[in-house]
């Protein structure tokens, strides 16, 4: 009898999907056991997971069973509520089953036809993130993948709009110098973009900043008037909102009534701090996001949608395809005047289904549901402040708006002698990192390097935070050349 062709039978499927989620739900019982990482050499994680090619086919309740004792025992787990390196994403069960369907059904959104209901559903929730984060109605707006892409489709976007519809067919004109305007707190996807897209990384001015690490106005209205009187011209400006070293927040306002003088366009960069508007403690305290032409908010990152979902908005009608837009005969279609093909919109021509984990998660929790987790995770971020600022050992040396908390553990003997100090607190990361028991991770700021912990998981408690406290201080007094000093009541 010749071996069965074709998938599994929709039953058998069933069968396996409530192994996995059996699986995944034991885990998240007793996740707090669960060590956040176990630190292996790259020769041990290839020798555990090295293996012959499967010539047949194998029973998938080994394929499980390997799954949760070879691969996950040696994840980052970036879903534990202990883990708080670079920005605490999370992914909630709402979204978690979203993108289960979404890959049953697997929907390709490029074209409207291709997939109109993805499609509609997109706009549906580009609209109600547009409403959640402050920015204009009716902007051109697309999900993609991740807000390094987002912000070098702005900038072809930007590029294309400064030099006109010429460059689409002959390229950038040859003796051009092509500027792009940022802080030095800027994230690296400015670089890259600049790379990509031929301006090049020498032509990113990166500029100083105040003593909040926030872009300064007049520093870069000088830039940009230097640069036109050499014949420069001057393409976009990224403004930061919540930057990845210290979370800090370019003056939106006043920049883009820079921009506006020079004609030039505005970027924001808003992928963490677009949506903390939303916590009813921090509405007045954010910048407007409004005046930008283009902006990019990260539902992954902090609303508890699984990665990769990331929004671009555009004010500008029109420009990202006029860059985008190309169409060949097989890609053709008929369409209303409400439709959108949202190929059109960026490089990417198969799209998965991502509209779906937002509409999932949005409706699952409401406004006013995020709004109480987001406002959360800001209240358990001033209690660790607080509790730093409490310890006559321990600081802040900048602070946030956000729930992005950078210490630093300065014992009373090293005190003025930085590069131990340096030294200390690296060796602090390290420790931590190694004990399973938490993850987080540094910056270096005007003082030095610094401890960075980013709470925004939807599964953090206070408990955690307080845990990670008690393990920070811990190790640190371990490490310290000289006994510690006890924490202020």
Not at 158 to 180: F, K, Q
Not at 182 to 206: F, M, P, Y
Not at 238 to 246: K, L, N, P, R
Not at 253 to 259: R, S, Y
Request: proline share 6%; charged share 20%; with cysteine.
């Amino acid at each position: 009898m010749s071996e069965r062709v074709g998938d599994w039978a929709p039953a058998e499927f069933e069968r396996h999907g409530r192994e996995l989620l059996a699986m995944v739900r034991e885990h998240f019982e007793s996740v707090r056991e669960v060590p956040v990482t176990v630190p292996r050499t790259s020769a041990e994680l290839m020798d555990a997971l090295r293996a012959p090619l499967p010539e047949a086919g194998e029973d998938f309740a080994r394929v499980l069973a390997d799954t949760r004792d070879r691969v996950l025992p040696h994840v980052v787990h970036w879903n534990h509520p202990s883990f708080h390196a670079y920005f605490a994403n999370s992914a909630s069960f709402p979204g978690v089953l979203a993108e289960t369907l979404t890959a049953a059904m697997n929907v390709n959104a490029m074209l409207w036809k291709s997939g109109p209901a993805a499609s509609a559903l997109e706009r549906v929730v580009l609209d109600w993130v547009a409403e959640l984060v402050g920015y204009p109605a009716g902007a051109d707006s697309v999900l993609v993948n991740g807000a390094s892409l987002a912000t070098l489709y702005a900038l072809a976007a930007a590029r294309d709009a400064a030099l006109g519809d010429d460059v689409r067919v002959n390229g950038v004109p040859a003796g051009a110098t092509l500027r792009v305007y940022t802080s030095e707190q800027a994230h690296s996807s400015v670089d890259k973009a600049a790379i990509t897209l031929g301006i090049g990384q020498a032509n990113v001015v990166r500029l100083p900043v105040d003593e909040h690490y926030r872009l300064r106005p007049e520093v870069l209205e000088e830039a940009i008037r230097r640069d036109l009187a050499a014949g420069a011209v001057p393409v976009a400006v990224v403004a930061t909102v919540g930057t990845t070293s210290v979370g800090a927040a370019d003056p939106v306002a006043p920049v883009a009534e820079v921009c506006a003088r020079h004609g030039v366009w505005l970027h924001v960069d808003a992928a963490f701090g677009g949506f903390w508007r939303l916590a009813p403690s921090l509405t007045d305290a954010v910048e407007d996001l409004s005046p930008a032409d283009s902006l990019v908010v990260n539902p992954h990152k902090c609303l508890y949608v699984p990665m990769e979902a990331t929004v671009l908005h555009c004010r500008r009608r029109g420009a990202l395809a006029r860059t985008f837009r190309l169409v060949p005969e097989y890609l053709t279609s008929h369409q209303d005047a409400d439709t959108v093909d949202f190929m059109d919109l960026s490089p990417q021509l198969g799209r998965s289904f991502r509209a779906l984990k937002l509409w999932w998660v949005i409706r699952s929790f409401g406004r006013a549901g995020l709004a109480r987790r987001l406002e959360n995770s800001v209240g358990q971020a001033r209690w660790l402040r607080a509790s730093v600022e409490r310890h006559p050992d321990w600081h802040c040396p900048v602070t946030s708006l956000y729930p992005l908390v950078c210490l630093r553990f300065e014992p009373a003997a090293l005190r003025g002698r930085r590069a131990e100090v340096d030294a200390l607190n690296a060796a602090v990361v390290e420790e931590v990192n190694a004990s399973g028991s938490a993850f987080v991770s540094h910056a270096v700021v005007e003082e030095g390097y610094v401890i960075r912990v980013s709470i925004g998981n939807i599964h953090t408690t206070h408990e955690d935070v307080e845990r990670l406290w008690e393990l920070l201080t811990a190790v640190a007094a371990r490490l310290s050349p000289a006994p510690a000093a006890s924490p202020a009541a």
